[in-house]
């Protein structure tokens, strides 16, 4: 299962725990941004291990831009071969 998000974010209560997979794309209105696609529970392992103990913590978390850790740790998760028409190396459609 994936759940489309307009930005990276976690919420336990509803996502942790059951093999949900993140799927959303660099905040901001940039045409081209890279999008992401990783198992909410590695994410949310790790912006709980950065904001567990803040105050606005509530088992969930996101973030309205990327920040330079937060890009860092997201390089692998990057889907650097989607183009608008899918995975590259697809074939096109035949419509």
């Known amino acids: 299962m994936v759940q489309?998000?307009?930005r990276p974010a976690v919420d336990?209560?509803?996502y942790g725990g059951k093999s949900i997979w993140m799927l959303f794309p660099?905040?901001?209105?940039?045409?081209?941004?890279?999008?992401?696609?990783i198992e909410h529970d590695i994410?949310?392992?790790w912006m709980e291990q950065r904001h567990g103990m803040a105050s606005k913590w509530k088992a969930g978390w996101s973030y309205p831009s990327l920040t330079k850790d937060l890009r860092q740790f997201l390089a692998d998760y990057r889907q650097d071969k989607w183009d608008a028409g899918g995975l590259a190396g697809d074939?096109?459609?035949?419509?």
């Open 26 to 37: 660099e905040p901001g209105y940039v045409l081209g941004r890279p999008w992401f696609l």
């Open 43 to 45: 994410l949310f392992s």
């Open 12 to 14: 336990w209560s509803r």
């Open 91 to 95: 074939p096109p459609d035949q419509n």
């Open 4 to 6: 489309l998000k307009g």
